[in-house]
């Protein structure tokens, strides 16, 4: 499922930027469906502009039919009544998403046979410090089984003794879900921290939910900028 909303408080209508011949939308659809890990893609939008040029490329789309908060919120209303165990959110300004990344958060299910974890996403190694200070950079510290224990926009851990060796990760907005979890998710009202960094998947942190990170060394690039969109266009070159 690839949440699409067509304003975007940073960049308006970034998904429906040219990104060298199609949008960036069309991009990430595309891209989610050359992995050939899925049984079903969909984009799932309140525009209609997004909606028609999924539908006339030959895609899936489904139209909100309520206002959301997130994109975990827009993507639980529209598998609610699908029979499916693990739903998979591709952000829709990551074109530059990869299968093997992708591949290794599905795996993540198929070895939890205790069903202990409520979702999974990745992470990445970011060692610049303008972008582990960047609060536009969404960053995350695990535990020793890489569970997830606080997201922040914030430099976390704070580096008060920068030779103690801690490693700082970058969240990268790519989830999967039990159905479930993402049922509950849609039920369940923000909190404080949630709302203070915002940052959805504090929410399943704050109701003791857990979050299996998972590694990959595939940075990409995510579009929230006009910045972004041109240090893209170079990269797709």
Known sequence: ????????SRFPAKLM?????????????????????FDDVYVVTDSDVIYSLIEKNGGKAIMSEQEHESGSDRIAEAVSNMQVDIVINVQGDEPFIDKESLHRIIEVFKDDTEKEIDLASLMTPITVWDEISNPNTVKVIVDKRNFA????????????????????????????????????????????????????????LEYGRKIRMVETHVTGIEIDTPDDLERAKKAWR
């Open 149 to 204: 224990l606080y997201f922040s926009r914030s430099p976390i851990p704070y580096p008060r003794d920068k030779d103690a060796g801690a490693v700082y990760y970058k969240h990268k907005g790519i989830y999967a879900f039990r159905k479930r979890a993402l049922a509950d998710f849609q039920k369940l009202p923000m909190l404080a921290l949630e709302a203070t960094e915002k940052i959805e998947a504090i929410r399943f």
């Open 17 to 37: 930027q040219d990104l060298n011949g199609k949008p960036v939308i069309l991009r990430t659809y595309d891209a989610v469906i050359d992995t050939n890990l």
């Open 1 to 8: 499922m690839i949440p699409a909303r067509y304003q975007a």
